[in-house]
């Protein structure tokens, strides 16, 4: 039987409340530095996929090496190193929920989940900000357990970070169902760790399609 669904975060149950180019030309402005946000929204995403994954062996705290990966995201997409004082008022505004937002269809999912017995784990690329962005949010208190790559020194796809997930629920990988946004990182990482793994897809498959799939399975 399926004991537990595991949950990708950002574009799975939370999106930016605003998008990422006006957040940074506003606060990086208040610091000094001008960016053009056409420039920076088309360099945003190629600096998010090519700045390869944090660095944890360099850094004893996963969540230090999660944040020099992020500077590093910052300034490839501005074009230009950045100031301590810049990066560090772009790096909190993310920390609170005012950020994000919920989206639509996650808390009658989550609770439809809960009500049906399962247990509701976070696995997600990020660090450990996530853990303070879901108790904002009023999300935190549907999982019992949130593994962040901070909290796990790994990324998906690779199997460490579901390992861990696992490991702290207890149970086994057949025993479990995972979801998220993206193909690489969240269906073939779980795969990958023997966890079936599903693609949100908005207008074919929701997060209440994804635990509708888990209650059915339990029910034959």
């Known amino acids: 039987m399926i004991q537990a669904l ?76 950045v100031s301590d004082q810049a990066f560090d008022a772009l790096f909190r505004h993310y920390d609170s929920g005012t950020a994000w937002l919920v989206r639509k269809e996650a808390v009658s999912a989550l609770e439809l989940a809960a009500d049906s017995g399962l247990r509701l784990t976070v696995v997600s690329n990020f660090d450990l900000r996530l853990h303070n962005i879901l108790r904002d949010l009023k999300l935190a208190g549907h999982f019992e357990v949130i593994v962040t790559s901070a909290d796990a020194r790994a990324r998906k796809p690779s199997p460490q970070i579901f390992r861990q997930a696992l490991s702290r629920l207890g149970l086994d990988a057949h025993q479990v169902l995972h979801i998220g946004d993206s193909p690489g990182a969240d269906l073939e990482g779980a795969r990958a760790s023997g966890i079936e793994g599903f693609l949100l897809e908005a207008g074919r498959f929701g997060l209440a399609d994804f635990v509708k799939t888990a209650v059915s399975r339990n029910r034959k």
């Open 6 to 81: 595991l949950f990708d975060a950002a574009g799975t149950l939370i999106d930016l409340a605003e998008p990422v180019e006006r957040t940074y030309a506003r606060i990086l402005g208040e610091h000094g530095i001008t960016v053009d946000e056409s420039e920076l929204r088309s360099r945003f995403g190629s600096a998010f996929r090519g700045a390869g994954d944090p660095d944890f062996g360099a850094h004893r705290d996963g969540d230090r090496a999660e944040r020099e990966w992020w500077r590093k995201v910052v300034e490839l997409s501005v074009g230009n190193p």
